[in-house]
Nanobody, 121 residues
Framework: QVQLVESGGGLVQAGGSLRLACVAS????????MRWFRQAPGKQREWVAS???????NYTDSVKGRFTISRDNVKHTVWLQMNSLKAEDTSVYYC???????????????WGQGTQVTVSS
């Protein structure tokens, strides 16, 4: 079994910063990509950022220049540093990992339980 556990959410004023973390654990063979998504009330879940095993990254336009994704390939951990936060960044943030395990040698998506980020204006 694979578990993804997020941490680091909370309440912050507009212009402030938060750092989210997500740790994947279990019988992991390799992790292809680790991603962050977010979902605001009444809206669809949207992709925020991705970090790949070769350390390439990409971001949705609305967070470019403000958010930074990074990962530790050995510890199966991904972080999302969020700076210059805006009220519209308020969402539940979900960690996603595309990985292979001993039992499932093909890429499979796993999700964390989500962590709330609230930005007050």
């Amino acid at each position: 079994q694979v578990q993804l556990v997020e941490s680091g959410g909370g309440l912050v004023q507009a212009g402030g910063s938060l750092r989210l973390a997500c740790v994947a654990s279990g019988s992991i063979v390799n992790v292809h990509a680790m991603r962050w998504f977010r979902q605001a009330p009444g809206k669809q879940r949207e992709w925020v950022a991705s970090a790949f095993a070769a350390n390439s990254t990409n971001y949705t336009d609305s967070v470019k220049g403000r958010f930074t994704i990074s990962r530790d390939n050995v510890k199966h951990t991904v972080w999302l540093q969020m700076n210059s936060l805006k009220a519209e960044d308020t969402s539940v943030y979900y960690c996603n990992a595309a990985l292979r395990t001993i039992a499932t040698p093909f890429l499979t998506d796993y999700w964390g339980q989500g962590t709330q980020v609230t930005v007050s204006s």
